[in-house]
């Protein structure tokens, strides 16, 4: 939890120094929902009896919000939020199959460059941030600093409404042979990977000030 506070806290740091610096510029809203896939299975090693396996993040829907600022490029800035409550499982020799519940976020700083065409407007999107994972039970909480790119098309239906429909995709670096999701008393599970795959698709409408 201490990662996406820190997150937050330097996003409103950003948010308040780009106010100061772009005074005159929209704010927007920009609820969103989708999908959240093709996340990578993890080489893992159960330390109690060197098992090998895997730990997987199960596919499911997700929601969030962008809060940001429009600059003259054409582009934005933005902080955005996003949720994700699923499962995650366990394969090879492990059993169950289901571990636990998972509560995934990302929190992040990004910004976008847009390509305008009348009232289609194609964008390009980067971001970096935090990913914070929260497994139920008595399984640690881990958070790692992530990274994010896409693309998209926002259609302007006025002055201050557009709709828009974007891919994303998700990088959260772990160090290679770390122990994750601890449990009370010792750590489970070695895990072998360097990174965490994700990949988003979203729908959403976009509110200007």
């Known amino acids: 939890m201490k990662g996406i506070r820190l997150i937050l806290l330097t996003g409103l740091l950003a948010w308040m120094t780009a106010q100061v610096a772009w ?3 929209d704010i927007f809203v920009a ?15 159960d330390i109690g009896t ?8 199960k596919d499911s829907s997700h929601y969030g919000i962008i809060v940001g600022m429009k600059t003259r ?34 929190a992040h700083l990004g910004g976008s460059l847009y390509f305008p065409k009348g009232d289609l407007r194609p964008y ?26 896409g693309g998209g098309v926002e259609y302007q239906l006025g002055d201050n ?10 990088a959260t670096f772990i160090n290679s042979d770390n122990e994750l999701f601890c449990d009370a008393n010792r750590c489970i599970w070695n895990i072998r990977a360097d990174v965490i795959w994700q990949g988003q698709v979203n729908a959403g409408f976009k509110y200007t000030f």
């Open 23 to 25: 005074a005159k510029s």
């Open 31 to 45: 609820p969103f929902g989708g999908y959240s896939f093709g996340t990578s299975e993890l080489d893992a090693t």
């Open 50 to 57: 060197s098992t090998q396996g895997s730990i997987s993040i």
């Open 73 to 106: 490029d054409p582009g934005d800035v933005y902080l955005l939020y996003s949720h994700q409550s699923t499962d995650m499982h366990v394969g090879g020799m492990f059993n169950p199959n289901r571990l636990a519940k998972l509560e995934l976020d990302y």
């Open 124 to 149: 390009v999107t980067v971001s970096v941030g935090m990913t914070q994972m929260r497994p139920s039970g008595d399984f640690s909480d881990e958070s790692r600093f992530s990274m994010g790119i």
């Open 161 to 170: 409404f557009s709709l828009f429909a974007d891919g994303r995709g998700y």
